[in-house]
């Protein structure tokens, strides 16, 4: 199992980013994938996970109006689009799986990619 994240950098606060994350070594058909950010001095923050079968479990209901989420099964690719950034949107995001299942339980994510920064100026 692999994660790879791209689509970060840096962008002015009121703008929009959209962030991929390529999996392989399995399909989405019975997994779910979960997007988490690190900024730091802080903790881990569930932003969102999606499944075929769940659709998709925003972890907080604050993210549900400028965080939205797709994927596109032939690429195996998820993405994370993320509009109206603030700078305390900053932080390294990363993509996850469990692969066992679609839950999307915290505890059930396995496989982790190495993340891409996201960085909003004022």
């Known amino acids: 199992v692999q994660l790879v994240e791209s689509g970060g950098g840096l962008v002015q606060a009121g703008g929009s980013l959209r962030l991929s994350c390529a999996a392989s070594?399995?399909?989405?058909?019975?997994?779910?994938i979960g997007w988490f950010r690190e900024a730091p001095g802080k903790e881990r923050e569930a932003i969102l996970c999606i499944s075929e079968s769940e659709g998709v479990t925003y972890y907080q209901d604050s993210m549900k109006g400028r965080f939205s989420v797709s994927s596109d099964n032939a690429k195996n690719t998820v993405y994370l689009q993320m509009n109206r950034l603030q700078p305390e949107d900053s932080a390294v995001y990363r993509c996850?799986?469990?692969?066992?299942?679609?839950?999307?339980?915290?505890?059930?994510?396995?496989?982790w990619g190495r993340g891409t920064q996201v960085t909003v100026a004022s």
């Open positions: 996850t799986a469990d692969v066992t299942g679609t839950s999307c339980y915290y505890s059930n994510f396995a496989s």
């Open positions: 070594g399995f399909t989405f058909d019975n997994s779910a």
